[in-house]
């Protein structure tokens, strides 16, 4: 048994890469078969994810290839909806400072 993720074009629905992982275990999860698709995301592009995958680390990663991100907010992240631009009813921008590199 594997897990298998793509990136997929909602434009047209075709498959523009996908990467398989082991079902469990170190290296196995969703942001690591995301990580290794990454080169597959263009400068311009939208990538829409749930809220599993909005890391800092993901975004920024993505960001940096002058792709837009779109992500639900992972539920422990609270927000303050005094701050950002606020775009519509719980619907808002915001920047997050980096945090500590978990890497060490």
């Known amino acids: 048994m594997v897990r298998i993720g793509a990136l997929i074009g909602l434009a047209s629905g075709a498959v523009l ?3 398989l992982t082991p ?3 170190k290296g196995s999860g969703e942001q690591t078969v995301l990580r290794a698709l990454s080169d597959k ?3 311009g592009d939208i ?3 749930d809220a599993w995958l909005a890391t ?3 975004i920024h990663a993505i960001s940096c290839r002058g792709a837009d991100v779109l992500m639900a ?3 422990r992240r609270t927000s303050d909806f005094s701050q950002g631009e606020s775009l519509g009813k719980k619907d808002h921008i915001v920047e997050w ?3 500590q590199n978990p890497n060490g």
Do not use: K, S
């Open 17 to 19: 890469g996908y990467q």
């Open 56 to 58: 800092w680390w993901l």
């Open 97 to 99: 400072a980096r945090p």
């Open 73 to 75: 907010q992972h539920g």
């Open 47 to 49: 990538v829409l994810a």
């Open 41 to 43: 995301i263009l400068p």
């Open 23 to 25: 079902l469990q275990g």
